[in-house]
Each structure stands twice: as structure tokens, then as C-alpha cells.
Nanobody, 125 residues
Framework: QVQLVESGGGLVQAGGSLRLSCAASGRTFSSFAMGWFRQAPGKEREFVATVRRSGGSTSYADSVKGRFTISRDNAKNTVYLEMNDLKPEDTAVYYC??????????????????WGQGTQVTVSS
């Protein structure tokens, strides 16, 4: 069993920055592809970003490209989401996800088999 423990959520003003962290335990971290998803009230879960096992390949949703950066530190078993120029529409519960699968489309929720508890990010205007 693996656990994903998130931290870093909170309340920020529009235009501000925030960094989320997700620490994994229970399995060799480098075995996981990692992703971030978010879900706003009344909306479906939305892909945000993903990073491959090596950390050398990343993908982003169009809505966050140029503002968010996903990275990982395999030595620390941690994945990060650096969020800059935050906008009110970024307000959501952010979920860390891990995957042992090999899939063609890492933007889909079904590509991941482990999930964190979620952390609230609120951006005020």
C-alpha cells in the first residue's frame, strides 16, 4: 500500500504563487509516474500536470501552461507543483496521483491507481 501526503495548499490572491508538495511512501518512488488533478465545486476532476518516472518529461493542461511547473525529487520521494500567476479559476481541491501503469494518455484519471487526499487551493480576486 502506498500513501500520498500533500501539503502547501491555502489561500492566495490573484497573481500570487503557491507550491504544492506530495510525498509518497510504501513503494520505490521512481517506479511511479506522478500527476496533479484538480476539482472545483460542481465540476468534474480536471487534469493539471504530469511528470514521468525519470522526471525528464512533463505535460500540462492548456489552462496552466506557462504558469505551473511540475517536478519531482526521487531522492526525497516527493513531487511538486509550482503555481505562479494564480487566477480565481484555479480555485479547486488539488489531488496528487501516482501510477504504476504504462499508458498512452497521462492526462486521464484512469491512468493513475493511487490518489492523495486532496488539498484546497483558493485564489481570491
Amino acid at each position: 500500500q502506498v500513501q500520498l501526503v500533500e501539503s502547501g495548499g491555502g489561500l492566495v490572491q490573484a497573481g500570487g504563487s503557491l507550491r504544492l508538495s506530495c510525498a509518497a511512501s510504501g513503494r520505490t518512488f521512481s517506479s511511479f509516474a506522478m500527476g496533479w488533478f484538480r476539482q472545483a465545486p460542481g465540476k468534474e476532476r480536471e487534469f493539471v500536470a504530469t511528470v514521468r518516472r525519470s522526471g525528464g518529461s512533463t505535460s500540462y493542461a492548456d489552462s496552466v501552461k506557462g504558469r505551473f511547473t511540475i517536478s519531482r525529487d526521487n531522492a526525497k520521494n516527493t513531487v511538486y507543483l509550482e503555481m505562479n500567476d494564480l487566477k480565481p479559476e484555479d480555485t479547486a481541491v488539488y489531488y496528487c496521483a501516482a501510477s504504476t501503469y504504462n499508458v498512452a494518455d497521462w492526462s486521464k484519471a484512469y491512468a493513475y491507481n493511487y490518489w492523495g487526499q486532496g488539498t484546497q487551493v483558493t485564489v481570491s480576486s
